[in-house]
T-cell receptor
Framework: KNQVEQSPQSLIILEGKNCTLQCNYTVSPFSNLRWYKQDTGRGPVSLTIMTFSENTKSNGRYTATLDADTKQSSLHITASQLSDSASYICVVKLTGGGNKLTFGTGTQLKVEL | GAGVSQSPSNKVTEKGKDVELRCDPISGHTALYWYRQSLGQGLEFLIYFQGNSAPDKSGLPSDRFSAERTGGSVSTLTIQRTQQEDSAVYLC????????????FGPGTRLTVT
């Protein structure tokens, strides 16, 4: 069972609409949680990094939230654009786990006209 | 260069052949990571280099996989006697230090074993 689970697996929305992607994790002890955007054929690019003490962090139209008690995070995308079409990956870093990151399988988002 | 670069971008090889994948990290980054991304799977950690310390090889799936980092910069991932299940995208990332900071990824090498 994957220690970082994301939902939905895929999502199609119309340009201009908002959407929220979910991430549940079971790994512990937890150091930080990251959201990455990966365009097709490219490497992942970091959107946000949150420590366990942070509840929310924004990066432009992207807002990530974290509930360390329930081990849930979400990524909210506002006023979506065609260029938001990508895979969004939730990543958890363990405390004292060296520098290994545990990756979710991603949510594939497609924004259409 | 401004970012992490990898070569080749695509590699097709026959089962049983050896392959070498190259990663050029961002200049000045002391930490370098290799990951594997198989279709429909999350990224899987392979190996981590930090400065002159012994690499963390705990993610290498078999002894057919090895990696080197020469002069604290360029790294080569070698897969010997390739198998079809080795087909994946191999991603390299680097970070300024080894303290779990921001990792910057290269575009990856897509390996196809026929």
């Amino acid at each position: 069972k994957n220690q970082v689970e994301q939902s939905p697996q895929s999502l199609i929305i119309l340009e201009g609409k908002n959407c929220t992607l979910q991430c549940n994790y079971t790994v512990s002890p937890f150091s930080n949680l990251r959201w990455y955007k990966q365009d097709t054929g490219r490497g992942p690019v970091s959107l946000t990094i949150m420590t366990f003490s942070e509840n929310t962090k924004s990066n432009g139209r992207y807002t990530a939230t974290l509930d360390a008690d329930t081990k849930q995070s979400s990524l909210h995308i506002t006023a979506s654009q065609l260029s938001d079409s990508a895979s969004y990956i939730c990543v958890v870093k363990l405390t004292g786990g060296g520098n290994k990151l545990t990756f979710g399988t991603g949510t594939q988002l497609k924004v259409e006209l | 260069g401004a970012g992490v670069s990898q070569s080749p971008s695509n590699k097709v090889t026959e089962k049983g052949k050896d392959v070498e994948l190259r990663c050029d990290p961002i200049s000045g980054h002391t930490a370098l990571y290799w990951y594997r991304q198989s279709l429909g799977q999350g990224l899987e950690f392979l190996i981590y280099f930090q400065g002159n310390s012994a690499p963390d090889k705990s993610g290498l799936p078999s002894d057919r996989f090895s990696a080197e980092r020469t002069g604290g910069s360029v790294s080569t991932l070698t897969i010997q006697r390739t198998q079809q299940e080795d087909s994946a995208v191999y991603l390299c990332a680097s970070s300024l230090g080894g303290g779990g900071g921001e990792q910057y990824f290269g575009p990856g090498t897509r390996l196809t074993v026929t």
